[in-house]
């Protein structure tokens, strides 16, 4: 792996890596951007949340986001998704790191790891909720369970922020958002009539205050 000096040489690594061959709709498969990805994996290095940490990628897709933290200094991958394969492309995109990752094929919404809170960070990209209601406050409430630091990617929608935070304060966490950035996909399902889709999406932090769970 070449040598990562900026936040930039981690955007275009990620930007390079493989793409979905033929997404599925209705998971909402769209590969996190190279750029946005890897400001998620620079903040979460940052703030300290991320060296010698076991990253959880929920819904890793292309292994985008675990690739930008492993790259940081993460001890270890674990990489979730329901689709068999978009994890064959995730190994595919991951083998630079292979002895540090582990592809688990499940639906998150029945996912049970046992890891200590504080060892682990979860980075995700979930599905926006767009195709199945309400899919990105099932992931973030599987991701609060799990560890003490989340890093999320949600649509941005004037108000999204108010039901992220009160989701995250019935679960003892502070949500902090620490960018925003606009997100393009290319046509990719005959449903879309654009050819390119255009939206902003916000980069947040969860931790966790208090120690009691709801
Ligand atoms: N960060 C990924 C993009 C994620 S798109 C990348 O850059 O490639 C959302 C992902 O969530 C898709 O890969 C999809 O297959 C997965 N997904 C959707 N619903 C899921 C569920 N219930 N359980 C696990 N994975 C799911």
New binding site residues.
């Given amino acids: 792996m070449r040598e990562l000096r900026s936040l930039k040489d981690l955007a275009l690594v990620l930007e390079g890596l493989k ?2 061959d033929s997404p ?1 709709e209705f ?6 951007p190279g750029d946005i ?1 890897a400001t998620l994996a620079w903040e979460a290095m940052l703030r300290g949340d991320l060296e010698g940490k076991v990253v959880i ?9 675990a690739y930008g933290f492993l790259a940081l200094g993460a001890r270890q991958a674990l990489c ?4 068999w394969r ?1 994890l064959g ?2 190994r595919e995109n991951l083998r630079t790191f292979e002895g540090f990752v582990e592809l688990v094929a ?4 029945y ?1 049970h790891i046992a890891i200590p809170r504080d060892a682990c960070t979860v980075a ?4 926006f909720g767009v195709k ?1 209601r309400g ?1 990105d406050l ?2 973030l409430r599987v991701a609060l369970g799990l560890c003490n630091t989340v890093y999320s990617i949600h649509k941005y929608v004037p108000r999204s922020m108010e039901l992220l935070e009160s989701t995250a304060r019935s679960y003892g966490f502070r949500a902090t958002p620490i960018a925003r950035a606009w997100m393009t996909i290319k046509q990719r399902f005959k449903h879309h009539r654009r050819r390119v889709y255009r939206f902003e999406v916000e980069l947040i932090r969860f931790v966790r205050e208090r120690s009691e769970v709801r």
């Fill in positions: 793409d979905f599925v998971l909402e498969q769209y590969r996190t990805a990628d929920l819904g890793c897709g292309t292994g985008v986001i979730v998704d329901v689709d978009a492309i995730a499940a639906d998150v919404r996912l995700m990209n979930p599905p199945r899919a099932e992931f």
